[in-house]
């Protein structure tokens, strides 16, 4: 019983959020320093990061272990200081005051759930296409480009381009899309995107195909973090007050 009483006030202790920060932050601040040292690194831009740290050796790849960790008691810290919060804070009158911190954590929390799900599956490759290029993508579609344009200036200089692409499965059309630079278009997991486009001796733009399975809980953390955090400003702002009658509770 004493051991768990002190594994739980470890866990709840503030110190213990400050502390395993710090250690992130130097573990990040000296990954910052290493990687430019060490080519190995560039494969990070397309592998999923879990599958990378398991091929790399130890030497290399400790410090990303290293964060895992401390990421992984941020977590439990983080679940066990919201609870006992609102335990402790319960009876309180201004619920919606005290909820907000902990959705804000909430936010927190699926946005560290998103960068796991991505570190597991996601995927990155580059490509070049040119009207009429058929790719394979690995979510077993096909996808042709239709074709590449590209708006050039009287100076010669690409102002704008566009790709217009084709889906297919088991030689079946499935559905027509045009991607621009801000514009990608997503099939079944999938994004395309058009990075930028060589028009000489004939278009060629380069393609980027990836998969990222945490974006949308990233989205709904952000969404939590920023609702939990508008709240708490407007209800603090509102508390200080002084023409509030009830800025004094």
Partial sequence: M???KTILGFFISLRTAIWLLIGLI???LFGSLVMPNHEEFLALHTVALF????????SIAWWLWACLAVLSLLTANTLVCSVESLARKRESRQ????ISPQVMHIGFLFILLAHLLSSYGSFKGITYAYQGSVFQLPNNLEVRFNKVNADVDAAGYVKDWSADIEYFKDGKTLSHDRILPNSPSFKEGLGI???????APFPVAM????????APWALVGGIFFMA?????LFLKIRQEDPMNPDSKD
């Avoid at 619920?95 to 005290?98: C, E």
């Avoid at 995107?193 to 028009?199: L, N």
Wanted: charged residues 20%.
């Fill in 207 to 214: 393609i980027e195909v990836s998969r990222e399975p945490g």
């Fill in 193 to 199: 995107y058009i990075k930028t486009m060589k028009v």
């Fill in 26 to 28: 130097c573990l990040l």
């Fill in 228 to 232: 939990g955090m508008v709240t708490l």
């Fill in 95 to 98: 619920w919606l005051l005290i």
């Fill in 51 to 58: 599958d990378w740290m398991q091929e790399m050796p130890m």
């Fill in 2 to 4: 004493k051991i768990l």
